[in-house]
């Protein structure tokens, strides 16, 4: 499944790249939310305004290499690629509490992260939990891939 949506910032932008009015950006399943202010300035890599930004949900792909992240759900990507927030904007994805195998993960300990593609690498993002209703939402400061991620607990040898 991939789904994607985009909010069209023509005349909701200046072309300085700041926004005349709050923003914000919905994927299909409305589980990842991106919410823009008014005032922000959003340019792209070259310093210029966009003329739109899309959000487009894709299965997850593999979880990183070191074993101790499992992604839960759906990965959600937002273009165009090297659009940055200054202030940073508010990113709040859901996560479906039954793709949490809760016999592997610290369900106490979620992530965001986001796949650096310069590097092959993720980091993860300081993130306010809302356990309860199963989102987390973090401040960033450019678009990418961002995916909802739980520490796996470690295997601890069997005497």
């Not at 991939?2 to 910032?9: C, G, Q, V």
């Not at 922000?40 to 305004?49: F, I, K, S, T």
């Not at 508010?90 to 300990?109: A, C, F, G, K, R």
Request: net charge negative; charged share 25%; with cysteine.
């Amino acid at each position: 499944m991939e789904t994607n949506n985009t909010a069209e910032l023509s005349g909701k932008i200046d072309t300085t790249g700041v926004l005349l009015e709050d923003v914000e950006v919905i994927s299909d399943d409305g589980r990842a939310v991106l919410r823009l202010a008014k005032g922000m300035r959003v340019v792209d890599a070259q310093g210029q305004a966009p003329d739109s930004i899309t959000v487009t949900a894709r299965p997850r792909g593999k979880s990183p290499p070191d074993g101790k992240w499992w992604l839960c759900g759906l990965r959600y990507d937002f273009n165009p690629k090297g659009v940055t927030f200054s202030p940073p904007a508010q990113l709040t994805i859901s996560y479906d509490p039954s793709l949490v195998n809760l016999e592997e993960v610290n369900v106490y300990n979620p992530r965001l992260g986001c796949f650096e593609e310069a590097d092959l690498t993720w980091t993860w993002l300081d993130v306010i939990a809302d356990r309860d209703n199963h989102r987390l939402t973090a401040a960033i400061t450019y678009t990418g891939v961002f995916v909802v991620s739980f520490e796996i607990w470690p295997r601890l040898p069997i005497y």
